[in-house]
């Protein structure tokens, strides 16, 4: 093993060094969407009896990946041999995992600390069809830092659009003795008070554990649970049980408490008889009962019958992650990683489909509707917030300038919600996101949408000067932002109306006042795959004399490689510089749009980009330093934008966090980058451009809150 970390790291280094101006290759040494980890152990312990709660440590790194080829082009959805990948509705949901004993239990590694990261760093845990989960902080010793909700190990993962990223906080009984102390009751009530509306949606795991795996004393367990039950009866929240071999101990007490039998609880993990899940389903109709991965081992037999019996209304997924691991093979690929993850929570659907002969489209959605009627978490409309934000400002615009008010089909819960959780305080904030996209009014005149413009200003004044708004202009700049949301990559309204950070990567930069950042997890495997994919299909000869071409326009989305590396990547034509006596010495300048850079090639270098690589966003979001200008001005220097470069590792796929505080006019994101890798705490990059003589504060008058603002991420997250 020690060899082979040798030989990995030369190989790494070595690839570095012959990379363009000392950039790494963009996909990451081709990372494979699916890995191969070598281990030492082969397979895990799958009792019956519960929770595997205690993890030995292997004395090994068991999470080295093997570099394999990068896959082909993905073959038509009916042709996969994968059921998660011919699944027609995106609802895979994971009612109850534990992120954070995967990173500190199963990982143990610095550099992975949050989901984002995690999944970044092991793509097989992410699928388009993936909606969302539900971790659970249930040891005390481990539990979010106030003042800090969303935790930071999801901050990046719960803005992200189209994910549904949820958390719960409480005491395991494993743990019931921590809840005792002076000050736990109060710190867990704060945290689940602070996470209100931003991701906290239950109190738990919490009950009783008379298993021999667990030392503590009942009468402790007992105390720490009622503390709890009668905490989440306060805070009107719902709550995670874990009973293990204290059916009748734990019923006792919810009733002496006062549960109402018709109270949200997630009954989680059940391992006993379909006559205990009965008994448990008559006395509390409220209730779901989870059904995680031991469904699918292969003496589960009991597992196997409740689930037979079981109504599906009453049942909702999970995999207690990073504890059992489904055996449910044909449904994802296969990932080799010696842990569980949510989205293997689709395999545990399956397991279940079949025992109940029913088809698995069914069990996700009702299951996911169990989740929404005990955690009050909805099921996604069809539109994103994003786009239902647009329409907001854009009936407020109208109104503004025609004196009507314009009603539409979109839905608004997560604005409304958004609104009642703040009080319609910050509803204003929400307002000002998007004023990059609508800027004054309508022109139908306007110039067309270009994908990977900035912002797009619109006047409101007509060819006569007089301001005016017919039905069609109207239609047209509706599609325009609609298109605008749709195409580029943004950060989401929950990063910006919360003042929540999310983990990005620096990937180009002109200077600290203009430079691109690409958001990590999710979004970066998908990026990863596409390249993969385009560099797969555009290698061969046969498809580049297919989609050859002699004359583009500024716009244009094309293919192409970027310097001397092998991918092929997105790109727009800047501009077109017309050979006329060959037309092959003709040059494009490219505007790379999923990572901020700029290079002139040859038009026989360029290709027609196909129509389904274009499905994934424009993943380079320009940004400018916040509160900052240059020092001594008025331009930033050479040596400033070296030294910028240097503390962003600018290329380098090394993680910064960004906040955005502000939106310049022409709709660029002000944003505080904090680089979190330094030993000795997080480091400002604002404040070192500071320290070092390359920059200085805005004045107030220029509109900034200077370093107090500054210094809000270090603080907070």
Known sequence: MAKQLIEDKVKEEEMMRSSVGGRQPRIKH????????????????????????????????????????????????????????????????????????????KLRKPSLRTYSSLVDKFPAMHHAKLEGFITNYCDPSTWPVLGTAPPRMLSSAWVSEGLSVNYTVGCHPHFASQLLREGAMETLERLLVEGRGRGCVAVGECGLDCSRKNGVDLEDQVEAFKLQVNLAMKLNLPIVLHIRDAEKEGIQVLQECGLPGDWPVHRHCWNDSWESCQAWLDLFPGSVVGITGLVTYRNADQAREVVRVLPLDRLVLETDAPYFRPEYPGVLPYDNLRFAHPLQVVSVAAQIAEVKSVALEEVLSKCRENVARIYRIPVPGDRMEAVVAVDNILEDVIASVTGNIVKTKFECRELKR??????????????????????????????????????????????????????????????????????????????????????????????????????????????????????????????????????????????????????????????????????????????????????????????????????????????????????????????????????????????????????????????ELIDTTQTGGDKNIGHELIKLGFASWLDKEDGSDQSDTATTLSRDN
Not at 71 to 86: E, L, N, Q
Not at 634 to 651: G, K
């Open 30 to 105: 081709k990372q494979p969407l699916f890995l191969n980890y070598e281990q030492e152990d082969q397979g895990e312990e799958t009792s019956l009896q519960g929770e595997q709660e205690e993890l030995k440590p292997t004395g090994l790194d068991n999470c080295m990946e093997v570099f394999v080829s990068a896959i082909s082009t993905p073959a038509p959805p009916k042709m996969s041999r994968y059921v998660i990948d011919r699944l027609s509705s995106r609802n895979i949901f994971d009612s109850h995992c534990h992120i954070d004993f995967i990173l500190d239990r």
């Open 418 to 671: 958004f609104s009642d959780v703040h009080g319609g305080g910050e509803s204003k904030k929400v307002k000002t996101i998007v004023d990059h996209l609508v800027t004054k009014g309508f022109n139908s005149c306007a110039e067309p949408f270009t994908p990977g413009r900035s912002g797009h200003k619109i006047s409101t004044e007509d060819s006569d000067g007089d301001r005016s708004v017919g039905g069609d202009s109207v239609n047209e700049v509706r599609h325009l932002l609609e298109e605008a949301v749709l195409q580029v990559e943004e950060f989401s309204l929950r990063m910006i109306g919360y003042s929540v950070p999310c983990e990005v990567r620096v990937s180009a930069l002109q200077t600290p006042g203009a430079f691109w950042v690409q958001k990590i997890g999710p979004k970066s495997v998908d990026l990863d795959k596409l390249t993969q994919d385009m560099t797969e299909y555009y290698k061969e000869e046969v498809n580049q004399k297919l989609h050859s071409v002699t004359s583009v326009a500024p716009g244009d989305i094309i293919a192409c490689r970027f310097s001397s590396e092998e991918s092929f990547y997105r790109a727009k034509v800047v501009a077109f510089k017309e050979d006329s006596y060959d037309v092959t010495r003709s040059t494009v300048d490219l505007d790379f749009v999923d990572y901020g850079d700029f290079e002139e090639k040859f038009i026989s270098e360029v290709y027609e980009i196909r129509t389904d690589f274009l499905k994934l966003k424009f993943q380079a979001i320009q940004c400018s330093m916040a509160h900052l200008k240059a020092s001594p001005g008025p331009e930033w220097s050479a040596e400033a934008c070296d030294q910028f470069e240097v503390l962003t590792h600018c290329a380098m796929w090394k993680v910064v966090w960004a906040k955005v505080t502000e939106y310049q006019s022409g709709g660029v994101p002000c944003v």
